[in-house]
């Protein structure tokens, strides 16, 4: 049975840090594809990032592109998200999510399983 566990929301002001951290059971991370989405209330899911399992290569949205930094370590089979330059607009529940395979994917009903969200508030 495969398990993702997200942590390391928080509130923060605009212009300041988190890191979120994703820890895997049941699912290797050298097989699979992991992703950072997130959901603002009224909004539909939106792509963060992801990383290869083999390589690591990464791709991330264009709205992130610059300030968050995916990685992974699969010795702890946990996967990060670094947050810098954080705005208002960053605001939502981030979801982390995995797919079998090594091909990166930003459509969320492509991805076989998801955590259960953690809660990024930024404030003005």
């Known amino acids: 049975q495969v398990q993702l566990v997200e942590s390391g929301g928080g509130l923060v002001q605009a212009g300041g840090s988190l890191r979120l951290a994703c820890a895997a059971s049941?699912?290797?991370?050298?097989?699979?594809?992991m992703g950072w989405f997130r959901q603002a209330p009224g909004k539909e899911r939106e792509f963060v990032a992801a990383?290869?399992?083999?390589?690591?290569?990464?791709y991330y949205g264009d709205s992130v592109k610059g300030r968050f930094t995916i990685s992974r370590d699969n010795a702890k089979n946990t996967v990060y998200l670094q947050m810098n330059s954080l705005k208002p607009e960053d605001t939502a529940v981030y979801y982390c999510?995995?797919?079998?395979?090594?091909?990166?994917?930003?459509?969320?009903?492509?991805?076989?399983?998801w955590g259960q969200g953690t809660q990024v508030t930024v404030s003005s």
């Open positions: 999510a995995g797919r079998l395979g090594n091909t990166i994917v930003v459509v969320s009903i492509l991805y076989d399983y």
């Open positions: 049941g699912l290797t991370l050298s097989n699979s594809v």
């Open positions: 990383i290869r399992g083999s390589g690591g290569s990464t």
